[in-house]
């Protein structure tokens, strides 16, 4: 079945860092691969989405690139600001189904 | 922004009582799904329904579990008995299924259960 790997956390980044949390799945097909973000005490919000391969997803200044090559889809973001703090899911849906398969998710910690 | 609502936020209760989490989703979206989430496990599936119908509760320990919706706009999911075990924070998440590749899925708060 379909699978999506994440990085291990926490990630501990001084504000004004890189990140990159790595995301890697295993689907059949060409499935859609989301970015969702989850902030303390709260629900999963979609954070980004890319539909097939090449597709760059962004928001809020975070990124990730649909690598069909590398079956990967990493997060990135060029400076995290404190209020980023939260844990990171990667998903992804395939198109045979509608269930939506997550990662285990990646806490990321930002201090002033 | 239309919401996913999730009641309680907040259950405990003691062993061996039956517990009902509600979740409203959003007016118009056709697939509602249950997620539980564990430190352990992280998010697991539970349930999924389509226009109502349930079409994969795989996840579910059938023993003590049950998802339903009795209508398009209410999908409840009930343990008779909890056990410790079940602490968890359940989440209910909700879309439109031609739609959810480009969109994804809008979650809930989430409820969270602590059985002692």
């Known amino acids: 079945g379909d699978s999506v790997t994440q990085m291990e956390g926490p990630v501990t980044l001084s504000e004004e860092a890189f990140l990159t949390i790595n995301c890697t799945y295993t689907?059949?097909?060409?499935?859609?691969l989301f970015w969702y973000v989850q902030y303390p005490g709260e629900g999963l919000q979609l954070l980004l989405k890319?539909?097939?391969?090449?597709d760059k997803g962004s928001n809020k200044g975070f990124e990730a690139t649909y690598r069909k090559e590398t079956t990967s889809f990493h997060l990135e973001k060029g400076s995290v600001q404190v209020s980023d703090s939260a844990v990171y899911f990667c998903?992804?849906?395939?198109?045979?189904?509608?269930?939506?398969?997550f990662g285990k998710g990646t806490m990321l910690l930002v201090s002033p | 922004d239309a919401r996913v609502t999730q009641t309680p936020r907040d259950k405990v209760t003691e062993m061996g009582q039956e517990v009902t989490m509600r979740c409203q989703p959003i007016?118009?979206?056709?697939?509602v799904f249950w997620y539980r989430q564990t430190m352990m496990q992280g998010l697991e599936l539970l349930a999924y329904?389509?226009?109502?119908?349930?079409?994969?509760d795989s996840g579910m320990p059938k023993d003590r579990f049950s998802a339903e919706m009795p209508d398009a706009t209410l999908a409840t999911l009930k343990i008779q008995p909890s056990e410790p075990r079940d602490s968890a924070v359940y989440f209910c998440?909700?879309?439109?299924?031609?739609?959810?590749?480009?969109?994804?899925?809008?979650f809930g708060s989430g409820t969270r259960l602590t059985v002692v």
């Open positions: 998440a909700s879309g439109l299924d031609r739609d959810r590749e480009v969109k994804g899925y809008t």
């Open positions: 998903a992804l849906t395939n198109s045979g189904y509608s269930t939506l398969t």
């Open positions: 007016l118009g979206h056709n697939t």
């Open positions: 890319a539909t097939k391969a090449d």
């Open positions: 689907a059949t097909g060409y499935p859609s």
């Open positions: 329904f389509r226009n109502r119908a349930p079409l994969d």
